[in-house]
């Protein structure tokens, strides 16, 4: 069982840069790719796919809206994986899940994720 908890959300300025983490615990982290997710205010039941990271951290891959703005990196030492958010746009506002699966490669779906940290809430205002 992996537990993983999010932080670094907040408020940001169009414009600006934010720096996202999760912290994994309860399992061996090197044997999980991590994806990002997040969940727009008045879009409740639609996960978007941000990214993803393989095990190694080897490869990477990024949703349309996000690319060349977001950077996933992990520390398999740490048990960590980070997303850093650059040229951040209102319609980046959202809560952002990271989530773990070993069952897969490149996975952009919700249900290919079997681990989820609670979330937390980035607001860029305009």
């Known amino acids: 069982q992996v537990q993983l908890v999010e932080s670094g959300g907040g408020l940001v300025q169009a414009g600006g840069s934010l720096r996202l983490s999760c912290a994994a615990s309860g399992g061996t982290f090197s044997r999980y790719a991590m994806g990002w997710f997040r969940q727009a205010p008045g879009k409740e039941r639609e996960f978007e796919f941000v990214?993803?990271?393989?095990?190694?951290?080897?490869?990477?891959s990024y949703g349309d809206s996000v690319k060349g703005r977001f950077t996933i990196s992990r520390d398999n030492a740490k048990n960590t994986v980070s997303l850093q958010m650059i040229s951040l746009k209102p319609e980046d506002t959202a809560v952002y899940y990271c989530?773990?699966?070993?069952?897969?490669?490149?996975?952009?779906?919700?249900?290919?994720?079997?681990?989820w940290g609670q979330g937390t809430q980035v607001t860029v205002s305009s």
């Open positions: 989530a773990a699966q070993k069952n897969f490669g490149l996975a952009y779906r919700r249900e290919e994720y079997d681990y």
């Open positions: 990214g993803f990271i393989s095990k190694s951290g080897g490869f990477t």
